[in-house]
């Protein structure tokens, strides 16, 4: 990935000029003005503090190869790719950079490299993609001696598929496209596709208990772990693979959502299904967001969700329409939807059936009528498809907003159907005061994005021009939206986990007694405190 963004050179995603008018229109930014991130060679890069003698160690265990402290290396390890990361990095700091860049190629050699670092008092950072937004690869050295960055790209070899049983053994290390090719070859899907799948790992994803885009389909990645092998400084901790167990409090949990603070996933058995036949993906719209909540609330109780259900705001679709790559089907269809429904703005939902062409033709026919009774006017394939196309597109967006001084960020939570409105509301408020006493009005949308029968999540995602001091900026944003959330007696996180941006809020999570039960299982499997400080715990 690139050091400064997303995805790789020359794979850059151009704004459409719809977006351009868009921003000077709402967010008075000049489009013509660029912020462009520093070169490489004026980036600031801290000399390596790893002492010689856990370099050399190192270097007996994974080879003198894989111990690398080459600029471009440690700078590509400085941060994750959340807003402010971006920020930092495309100005020239990486302060953060670990000392080393250290692959491994085996669990042993996770072993043995975790043993090394405990003895010479160096931080570990598991590094997946890298592609955490919660400050979770961030190198932390905490009074150590030094940090590396454990990056597990070497360790990718394993898929195996036990297709009688439907699950499939894989390294930590492989990214998802791989992972679902290898997968494919054999006639099954994971059917977990995040919108950071092009550049995030199977380890990344059960690390931070990670939900992909047709996840209400198929599960999160938490639903779909069967096992776990998890090598931490104390030893292994490895999970059967078994359908169910009574035997106690699952331990598999401990390590799901353990964002490297334990220890090192280097391997999990998830459950997989036969790869889908059909696709069909569709457009609807409804009058306004609450209509559109509560007739995904129906078909998720009626046990007639989608795989994908997504609701946009108003905001959100009024936007998206603007921006989208597909902007002019959609926007054609919106329009010939509100002249339909005789008022102005709506909310455009897209729903995604996956299975074999039977069964998607079945469901579609049941969701359809509760969607109906609901007030959802269909649009056709047309937009899903779009969706369908572009469903990656987002991040490389954002890099062209960035390129243009623009502050763009997500944040995502979840709630019960009671509150789902309310909280709606008081986020985009508490966005919106924070973000309009600091210069142009922001834009704030949103959209459901997973469906329970108890309720969904909300994800915000917010855009203003950014301001001198850009980090302050979006500091108050932040805050203000996770106090929101947290005072609503909602999750801090949905599916970003908690990392270092999120530390403050996980005692309203888990309780003071909850904090302490982590910590003490930190302390026996990780004495030394090596793993990934800084990070989950507060
Ligand atoms: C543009 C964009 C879109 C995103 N979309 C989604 C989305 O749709 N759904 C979603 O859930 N998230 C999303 N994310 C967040 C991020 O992609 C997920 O958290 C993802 O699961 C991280 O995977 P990774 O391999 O990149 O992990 P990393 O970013 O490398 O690591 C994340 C955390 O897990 C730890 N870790 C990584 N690998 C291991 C391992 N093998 N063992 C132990 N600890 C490990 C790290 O130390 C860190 O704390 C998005 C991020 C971006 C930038």
């Not at 801290?46 to 080459?70: C, G, K, N, W, Y």
């Not at 949905?494 to 309780?511: F, Y």
Request: net charge negative; aromatic share 6%.
């Amino acid at each position: 990935m690139r050091w400064w963004g997303w995805g790789e050179d020359g794979s850059a995603v151009p704004l459409p000029p719809a977006a351009e008018t868009l921003l000077r229109d709402r967010l008075e930014a000049d489009p013509a003005a660029r912020k462009p991130h520093v070169p490489l060679d004026q980036v600031s890069l801290p000399d390596s503090a790893l002492p010689a003698p856990a370099r050399e160690r190192l270097a007996a265990i994974v080879t003198a190869e894989h111990v690398r402290d080459d600029r471009e290396t440690r700078i590509g390890h400085a941060v994750g790719r959340s807003y402010p990361d971006l920020v930092r990095i495309r100005s020239g700091d990486a302060s953060s950079a670990p000392d080393a860049v250290v692959l491994p190629a085996s669990a042993d050699q996770v072993n043995a490299v975790l043993a090394a670092c405990a003895e010479h008092r160096v931080a570990v950072v598991p590094f997946g993609g890298g592609s955490s937004v919660v400050g979770g690869v961030e190198p932390v050295r905490e009074g150590m001696a030094g940090v590396v960055s454990l990056d597990l790209a070497r360790l990718a070899g394993t898929v195996e598929v036990d297709r009688t049983s439907l699950t499939a053994r894989l390294d930590a290390g492989l990214f998802g496209p791989e992972a679902e090719r290898r997968l494919r070859e054999q006639g099954v899907t994971l059917g977990h596709f995040p919108q950071s799948f092009e550049h995030s790992t199977v380890g990344g994803w059960v690390a931070t208990r990670s939900a992909g885009q047709a996840s209400t389909g198929y599960g999160r990645i938490d639903d779909l772990v069967e096992a776990v092998r998890c090598v931490t400084p104390a030893g292994e901790l490895r999970s059967r693979a078994v359908p169910a167990t009574a035997a106690g409090p699952d331990l598999r949990e401990l390590v799901v959502g353990s964002e490297g603070v334990l220890g090192v996933i280097c391997e999990a058995t998830l459950r997989v299904r036969p790869a889908p036949a059909a696709r069909r993906y569709e457009g609807w719209s409804f009058a306004n967001f609450a209509e559109g909540c509560d007739a995904l609330r129906v078909i998720e109780q009626e046990g007639a969700s989608a795989d994908v259900n997504r609701l946009s705001d108003e905001a959100e679709t009024g936007l998206s329409m603007a921006m989208g790559a597909s902007g002019s089907t959609a926007e054609k269809l919106g329009r010939r939807y509100l002249r339909f429904r005789g008022h102005e703005g709506g909310c455009l939902a897209i729903l995604g059936f996956e299975g074999t062409e039977e069964d998607v033709e079945d469901r579609r026919r049941r969701t359809g009528a509760l969607l109906r009774a609901g007030g959802g006017v269909g649009l056709g394939h047309r937009p899903g498809e779009a969706w369908l196309r572009s469903r990656y597109a987002g991040p490389y967006l954002r890099d062209e907003l960035l390129d243009r001084g623009i502050l763009v960020e997500t944040l995502e939570t979840a709630t019960s159907w009671t509150k789902l409105g309310d909280l709606h509301h008081a986020v985009g408020e508490a966005l919106r005061s924070a973000l309009a006493g600091r210069g142009t009005p922001p834009l704030v949308m949103c959209h459901v994005s997973h469906l329970y029968p108890s309720g969904a999540s909300l994800y915000f995602t917010f855009l203003a021009r950014q301001e001198e001091d850009a980090l302050a900026q979006w500091r108050a944003a932040k805050e203000a939206a996770s106090e929101t959330i947290a005072a609503a007696g909602a999750t801090i996180t949905h599916h970003h986990a908690i990392g270092r941006d999120h530390r403050r809020w996980m005692q309203a999570e888990v309780g003071e007694l909850g904090i302490e039960v982590l910590r003490a299982a930190k302390e026996r499997l990780d004495p030394a405190g090596i793993m990934n400080p800084g990070k989950l715990l507060p």
